[in-house]
């Protein structure tokens, strides 16, 4: 027997149900997403060798064909290349290895990220045990939360795959990595994945640690002393073979230079992060042994001096651009601008001037696709890089940081500032 509702439950009960009907329909446009992906995919690989080529390419044709369509997904969707990777593999697998997921997500019994989590297992199950796999394990697709399938998806792969778990392992363990992510208000989050024992072992030593240091006077929770123990072994500890002995971590920033003095509190910026609040900014000057003087317009905030004013392709020129660029300059491209190769964008070899308004740092993918690939760019005044995709497709990236080039007069300011201070100035 149904219990009776109020008629204020049956109007929230309405609203959870037309919810749940949009969400049901997300889930149909996610999987026209991936249908419209792999058929782009598929005749991209079409027409991949009637393509028109740079003669002096490196790359085969299906290697410029994949790097373009990736590309320009990215580019398109504005997400990471290697997120559009993902999106191309996952869409493939909807199309070919899964398709009953493919059916179910068109159904909107599923959303996509459990489709991805029954993408994600799949892809290491052999095909002969793909069937079997997706039919276990789709009824629990509708019912369970992603977290939970992954957890069922994981038992079941162990028993319907015929490696064993060591084999696959070693194989993993290849794939281990680790990164940074940006959060608000200058946090930032440290990933690494590794194998399990490591993770563990890492978290419990921090954690004992954490507990050893509590006590009566201790005012942090465990959670926050577990994670100061971790960041400091990091910054300051030496493994065992002696790896980071009298090595500290170390950042750039730039500090406006009222900011410095303690008459502003201008936020300062962090290399590779962005804004850090005032005090972090003045605390890592003051700890620094020896780091980048960069002073900045207190009220503009464009840069007034990075070493010398007068213009050369010498080491100040390139700190002027890593400080302009800070990251790759292909749209969308996030890797930092100090592992970056500082290219020509109109080419040497074609006239092209060593000059900051003819420069900009490119990762080495990025760079290898303006050289392999049907991609084109221009360089606008303000360092501002317009790219044509091989399709004919425009995408303008915008440096990170506003600052004048070395050699270009200073804003005028409305009132006097102090002298700039010398550039061996003790800080």
């Known amino acids: 027997m149904t219990p009776s509702v109020s008629t204020a439950q049956a109007q929230l009960g309405s609203r959870f149900d037309a919810i749940s009907a949009l969400?049901?329909?997300?889930?149909?446009?996610?999987?026209?997403?991936?249908?419209?992906?792999?058929?782009a995919r598929r005749f991209s690989e079409a027409t991949a060798a009637n393509a028109p080529r740079n003669t002096s390419a490196r790359w085969d044709p299906a290697e410029i064909a994949r790097r373009e369509f990736s590309s320009e997904l990215a580019c398109t969707l504005h997400i990471p290349e290697p997120t559009a990777v993902s999106l191309i593999a996952e869409s493939q697998a909807l199309a070919d290895d899964l398709p009953a997921t493919r059916a179910?997500?068109?159904?909107?019994?599923?959303?996509?990220?459990?489709?991805?989590?029954?993408?994600?297992?799949?892809?290491?199950?052999?095909?002969?045990a793909?069937?079997?796999?997706?039919?276990?394990?789709?009824?629990?697709?509708?019912?369970?939360?992603?977290?939970?399938?992954?957890?069922?998806?994981?038992?079941?792969?162990?028993?319907?795959?015929?490696?064993?778990?060591?084999?696959?392992?070693?194989?993993?363990f290849r794939d281990r990595t680790s990164w940074v992510q940006a959060e608000p208000d200058g946090m930032a989050t440290l990933s690494v994945t590794t194998s399990a024992d490591i993770v563990h072992s890492i978290f419990s030593r921090a954690n004992d640690f954490a507990r050893g240091l509590q006590g009566p006077g201790e005012t942090r929770t465990l959670t926050q002393v577990r994670t100061d123990v971790i960041s400091d072994l990091l910054v300051d500890g030496v493994t065992p073979s002696g790896v980071g002995k009298g090595v500290r971590a170390t950042v750039q920033i730039t500090v406006p230079v009222m900011t410095l003095l303690g008459h502003s509190e201008e936020p300062g910026y962090l290399e590779g992060y962005g804004p850090i609040d005032p005090d972090t900014a003045r605390d890592l000057a003051s700890r620094a042994s020896s780091f980048t003087r960069i002073l900045v317009h207190p009220e503009t905030g464009v840069v007034l001096s990075v070493g010398r004013t007068r213009y050369k392709v010498t080491k100040e020129m390139r700190r002027f651009l890593r400080l302009r660029d800070e990251t790759c300059r292909f749209a969308g491209c996030n890797q930092p601008a100090r592992t970056a190769d500082l290219d020509h964008t109109h080419e040497w070899q074609d006239g092209g001037r060593t000059a900051h308004d003819n420069l900009a740092h490119l990762c080495p993918g990025c760079h290898a696709l303006k050289s392999e690939t049907g991609w084109t760019v221009k360089q606008e005044p303000g360092g501002i890089l317009t790219w044509h995709s091989p399709t004919g497709r425009e995408f303008v990236t915008e440096p990170s940081t506003p600052i004048a080039p070395p050699g270009s007069a200073a804003p005028r300011t409305s009132r006097p500032d102090r002298p700039p201070l010398p550039d061996d100035a003790p800080f």
Request: net charge positive; glycine share 4%; no cysteine.
């Open 23 to 39: 969400d049901r329909s997300l889930a149909r446009g996610f999987a026209q997403r991936a249908e419209m992906i792999d058929e």
């Open 104 to 128: 179910a997500l068109e159904a909107g019994e599923i959303s996509y990220r459990h489709a991805q989590v029954l993408i994600g297992q799949a892809w290491s199950v052999p095909t002969e």
């Open 130 to 172: 793909l069937a079997a796999f997706e039919e276990a394990l789709l009824p629990a697709a509708r019912t369970l939360t992603a977290a939970k399938l992954k957890h069922k998806a994981r038992v079941l792969r162990e028993r319907l795959h015929p490696e064993s778990i060591t084999a696959r392992r070693e194989k993993s």
